[in-house]
């Protein structure tokens, strides 16, 4: 398999490439490069003799939904609601909680400039958010995406403003996607998630995620 993407931005061109082992890629039509390979050892140190710096790793994760018993409804403490209308104060908050996300942050050091026309871009092409208020204020939001085969959705894109992470917005969100997910016949909700992202992967174990397919993730300018 080998799926390769060109995306440009304001200043610069992102190539993302997945793959099941290390190429030659033609790389020199585009200013950063971020390539996806199965975890192993002998990946890591082919990449490096290629000029490829590992910096992350990720998994995905599968809740399966036609046997949760979990009662979703206990869980959503802040109802969440379907907008489109709130995508600035969406990015500003994207951009104070993904300040060390390799799916933006496409530079090997951190670089919020760059990474902010990515996250600008990709709040931009999602029609409509999940979002918790306090105060009219949004503190957390969650977009939920269709997969193509009709019976799953993926979590695209969430977060939850740090100062508001024990008020129950994050579990409020990832439950009402579970339950969406129930009431379209979906048969699985999937995300996509840093090793380092320990809390994110706590809220998936506790309603009943599955991690797998370890991908490693390395970048080169």
């Known amino acids: 398999m080998e799926v390769i993407t060109i995306r440009k931005y304001k200043t610069i061109s992102v190539m993302s490439i997945i793959a099941d082992f290390p190429m030659d890629w033609d790389t020199s039509n585009t200013t950063h490069v971020r390539v996806s390979l199965p975890s192993s050892i002998e990946n890591i140190l082919?990449?490096?003799q290629k000029g490829y710096q590992y910096v992350e790793?990720?998994?995905d994760v599968t809740i399966g939904l036609k046997r949760n018993k979990?009662?979703?409804q206990k869980l959503i403490r802040i109802p969440p609601i379907l907008r489109c209308?709130?995508?600035?104060?969406?990015?500003?908050l994207?951009?104070?909680s993904f300040v060390k996300d390799r799916r933006f942050y496409v530079e090997i050091d951190y670089n919020s400039e760059i990474a902010n026309q990515i996250i600008d871009d990709w709040i931009e092409k999602i029609p409509e958010f999940y979002i918790c208020l306090y105060k009219e204020k949004v503190i957390g939001f969650l977009a939920l995406k269709e997969v193509e085969d009709g019976q799953s959705a993926?979590?695209?894109?969430?977060?939850?403003?740090?100062?508001y992470r024990t008020s129950g917005a994050a579990i409020s969100l990832y439950?009402?996607?579970?339950?969406?997910?129930?009431e379209k016949g979906y048969q699985n909700i999937y995300g996509y998630i840093s090793c380092n992202n320990v809390a994110v992967m706590n809220l998936y174990a506790y309603l009943g995620g599955i991690f797998?397919?370890?991908?490693?993730?390395?970048?080169?300018?």
């Open 46 to 48: 082919l990449m490096q």
């Open 57 to 59: 790793r990720m998994l």
């Open 70 to 72: 979990i009662d979703l």
């Open 85 to 92: 209308d709130y995508k600035e104060e969406i990015k500003v």
């Open 94 to 96: 994207a951009k104070k």
């Open 154 to 163: 993926m979590i695209h894109l969430a977060a939850v403003d740090e100062r």
């Open 175 to 182: 439950a009402k996607a579970m339950e969406i997910g129930i």
């Open 212 to 221: 797998s397919n370890p991908q490693d993730i390395y970048l080169k300018k």
